[in-house]
């Protein structure tokens, strides 16, 4: 369901666009194959890091800015307040967001038939439309669940 390029694939892209591929470039890339949890640059930073210590912050920021301009991410802003790493460029989607822990999940849902009324489009050329469901994820029900009350002795 969501294809996003392998290590490989964009090794040969940044290749193609006479940009070096360095190992630590080719980590990030590695964090963001397959992950639909939208990370924070921070957050990739840090995973990054856990596998190579040498790895700067800067070379994560330049790295995920070449691979927004090439559209091989999104960089997204969904009010968590935090721009978040998007892979999953090929499948037009939208996003869940948890207003308790900040996750974003993809969720597929075609928004291509969603118009403004007439009126507004006479002002304004709509050039694209995101929708953001905002929410408590599973895993923030479960832990704040109210607990039972306890009989007293
Ligand atoms: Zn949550
Ligand atoms: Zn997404």
């Known amino acids: 369901m969501v294809t996003v390029k392998t290590v490989d694939e964009l090794t040969s ?4 666009e006479g940009l070096r591929v360095t190992p630590q470039r080719q980590a990030i ?4 194959h397959g992950v639909d949890s939208h990370p924070t ?17 800067k070379t994560v920021y330049q ?21 978040r790493v998007d892979p999953n460029v090929e499948h037009a989607h939208q996003h869940l967001v948890c207003t308790r ?9 075609d ?3 969603l118009r403004v009324p007439a ?29 039972p009350c306890q009989p007293t002795p």
Do not use: K
């Not at 892209?13 to 193609?16: G, I, K, L, P, S």
């Open 13 to 16: 892209r940044f290749r193609d």
């Open 29 to 32: 890339f590695r964090l963001l």
């Open 41 to 57: 640059v921070e957050s990739l930073f840090e995973s990054a890091r856990a596998e190579m210590p040498t790895i700067s912050r």
């Open 63 to 83: 790295t995920v800015h070449d691979l927004e301009e090439m559209g091989e991410v999104e960089l997204l802003d969904v009010g968590t307040g935090s721009i």
């Open 101 to 109: 822990c900040g996750t974003v999940r993809d969720v597929l849902l």
């Open 111 to 113: 928004v291509a038939d």
């Open 119 to 147: 009126r507004y489009r006479r002002e304004f050329t709509v050039e694209a439309v995101e929708v953001v469901f905002r929410g408590v994820c599973e895993e923030c029900s479960n832990r704040h669940q109210p607990t």
